[in-house]
């Protein structure tokens, strides 16, 4: 009985090391923060016009068009949750290093939009292999914490609440059988777990995830105006009523009137 017990510890021990690996989702409360602070590493990407921070594994584009600028991060494996924590919000700050934390630098706010790949190589500093929790800043966010010389500092961080301007965006893409939306400005939470939709001609129907914070739907939604169901990772959900007109196109913006 104690070996079954024992044998029973170590594979429940095994599966939560490969959770952890896999990607860790971050649990938040109701106003889309955790008051836990916990401990990362830190680096930057790009140069500080943050044009290498562009694009990336989140879907989002262009971030200065839609409004994340510079005040953004990729994460590492265990922090990107397979895509679902991109558009969450966190705040950092550069701790235990004396020699390169700017003093009294306090913390930054930064929203997830890439991921930090892992490095399989030999080597002692990948520091985006599972299971390390680690921040892959842009330039400009590092050097408001650091100076730019230490490459890798040593962090505190926790989820905050995101605030957003203006109301929840959504950029139509695909073709007359399958749309594609993403998703983006979103306050609260910040990182969309579900998303619905309906056409003037549909009932409510719901979109899988395709990959960041795009979600698609096999469905000819063309000259239908469309509402849309956003669900954040705290449980909330707002809608969206005739976000899009019908006479709506591929390629363009739609915004909602509200936000999380």
């Known amino acids: 009985m104690a070996k079954f017990q024992n044998l029973f510890t170590w594979a429940v021990f095994m599966i939560t ?29 790009g140069d500080m016009g943050g044009s290498e921070t562009m694009q990336g594994a989140c879907g989002y584009g262009d971030l200065f068009q839609q409004g994340y600028g510079l005040e953004t991060t990729a994460l590492s494996t265990a922090l990107f949750n397979n895509g679902l924590n991109c558009g969450a919000c966190f705040e950092v700050m550069c701790v235990d290093d004396p020699q390169w934390c700017i003093p009294n630098s306090g913390t930054i706010k930064i929203t997830a939009t890439n ?6 190589d030999p080597a002692p500093d990948h520091w985006c ?61 910040g990182d969309v777990t579900s998303v619905r939709i309906r056409g003037s001609k549909t009932d409510w129907l719901q979109m899988s995830r395709n990959w960041g914070q795009i979600w698609q739907i096999g469905s000819n939604m063309v000259g239908q105006s469309l509402s849309f169901q956003v669900t954040t990772s705290n449980g909330r959900t707002l809608e969206f009523d005739n976000v899009a007109p019908g006479d709506w196109q591929f390629g363009q913006t739609y915004g909602g009137k509200n936000n999380f």
């Open 129 to 189: 292999n599972p299971p390390m929790k680690h921040f892959d800043l842009s330039m400009a966010m590092f050097t408001k914490l650091a100076q730019a010389k230490a490459g890798i500092i040593p962090i505190k961080y926790r989820r905050v609440s995101c605030s957003k301007k203006g109301g929840v965006k959504f950029e139509l893409k695909g073709n007359p059988f399958w749309l594609a939306v993403l998703v983006y400005n979103v306050g609260g939470a």
């Open 17 to 45: 090391l490969l959770a952890q690996a896999m990607g860790k989702k971050i649990t938040i409360g109701a106003n889309g923060e955790d008051n836990d602070w916990d401990n990362a590493h830190a680096t930057f990407y």
């Open 115 to 120: 991921f930090c790949p892992p490095n399989w």
